[in-house]
């Protein structure tokens, strides 16, 4: 067996997501090598290549692939695919958008959002916005896998010593282009693999009243999340919002302040090891799966909170 | 411009579901069915597309069993112009259906295919990225905002880190996030209008389409239940278990 792990990256550093992946590939057993297609990624295939338990790193350079276009990556996947039984990338949106592409140049049923490898064919996901989970076997000769991060530990990102191997691009396909990114600029812990996630939703009431949330954050050294609600009110940017769409996290305190707890946002952070619900209704779902429950006003529990720690 | 949009019945986002007994799967029996969420969110940018003068034509297709027909409907009450059911008693996987959708593109012809990232049912978020690949267009995954201009579509996505702008020639795939719009509600004309409108019903065979599945369910079962917490009285108190029984402050 042999499994390829298709790195994220912004051309500069590896995304931490790649490091559960790579647990996941552990998982499955046999070697392992890293696939990084930049635009210049010699940084990023120098980090890969430290990374606990890889085999090597082929390293593809193209300006086609600076930004991670779907249609430019998913033909180099599955040029490189007869090498391979298995081929996993994180489930981010970076994930989620090129391997399904490459999964249809192969022919293969990939099996999306994975949180546990019971065999090499063999694997678990949840469905219906977490509210149950499936083991599905692949009958496919390749198996494509997408890894849900907060299932598996980051991997060790040192003590290897991978050999880092030059391959040729694949040509610009000469579909999409990129136009631009607009990225928020953050000094909090990302919100994926954050130890502490603050989050804020349709009862904080205003884009204003959201400083509230992120100064409790910022005492705590936590990440901000949010629901779909504050998302979809503007209190916050779209790439705030925890659910069943948006983010997956499982820090080790979650913090929902004004959260009702719709079964779309739990499903983005119900296996949060310990969960806080602060909301003035004490009939909000959110009470059903947290540890610790404030039946309180939010303006008044939160400075509350702030003066007191 | 043609508009083609796929659609899927799926359990009703407000059902909390449950899995059967014998953990064979998730029990829909006698549950409130809907159009996947995001797919009536890609109807609707479809149909805004067409009320703005950039679509001619927006098709509504589905693939699955005959009350499938319902969900047609809702498409055309919100505005497509007319339905196709394939019709067939089996739940395909996102590749079977991306091959079976790529037949009915290659019959219908559509400069733009617009639809849901994911069905909220196997949320598997795949069936779109596959059917580009299979027909060789751009793809433009969860897009929050779309504009067609001189036979190219802008599209702003929502990534992890924020948004990316990406520019597509036509034909392409877009699939819709949360934000591309809000879906209306039909009206009772538009619903009955909708009744009137042409829904063809078509056989796998006629599509040369193959359903056999590719992954096998050995078992659904429920999610590790959370244990039942506990209501605090106040700030403080809340603070001292943070510290001393959980333990996740210091």
Known sequence: MSTLVIAEHDNVTLAPATLNCLTAAQKIGGDIDFLVAANDGGSVAEEAAMAAGVRKVLKADSPAYEHPVAENLAPLIARLASEYTHILAPATTFGKNILPR?????????????????????????????????????????????????????????????????????????????????????????????????????????AENFSLIEQLADRLGAAVGASRAAVDAGFVPNDYQVGQTGKIVAPELYIAIGISGAIQHLAGMKDSKVIVAINKDEEAPIFEVADYGLVEDLFKAVPDILEKL | MKILVPIKRVVDYNVKVHVKADESGVDTANVKMSVNPFDEIAIEEAVRLKESGKADEVVAVTIGVTKAQEQLRTAMAIGADRGILVETDIAP?????????????????????????????????????????????????????????SGQATITREVDGGLETLLLPLPAIVTTDLRLNEPRYASLPNIMKAKKKPLDVLKPGDLDADFSPRLETLKVREPARRKAGVKVASVDELIHKLKTEAKVLS
């Not at chain 1, 022919?107 to 065999?119: E, L, N, P, W």
């Not at chain 2, 849901?116 to 995954?141: E, H, P, R, S, V």
Request: glycine share 10%.
């Open chain 2, 93 to 149: 996987e996102p590749l079977a259906v991306a091959k079976c959708l790529k037949a009915l593109v290659e019959r219908e012809r559509p400069d733009l295919v617009i639809m849901g990232k994911q069905a909220i049912d196997d949320d598997f978020n795949q069936t779109g990225q596959m059917l580009a690949a299979l027909l060789g267009w751009a793809q433009g995954t969860f897009a929050s905002k779309l504009q067609l201009e």
């Open chain 1, 102 to 206: 490459a999964a249809g140049l192969l022919d293969v049923q990939m099996i999306s959002d994975v949180t546990a490898i019971v065999a090499p064919d063999t694997f678990e996901r949840p469905i219906y916005a977490g509210n149950a989970i499936a083991t599905v076997r692949s009958k496919d000769a390749r198996i494509l896998l997408t890894i849900r991060s907060t299932a598996f530990d980051p991997a060790a990102a040192g003590g290897g010593n991978a050999v880092i191997e030059n391959i040729d691009a694949t040509s610009d396909a000469g579909l999409s282009r990129f136009v631009k990114a607009e990225l928020s600029e953050s000094d909090r812990p990302e919100l994926g693999t954050a130890g502490i996630v603050v989050s804020g939703g349709r009862g904080v009431g205003s």
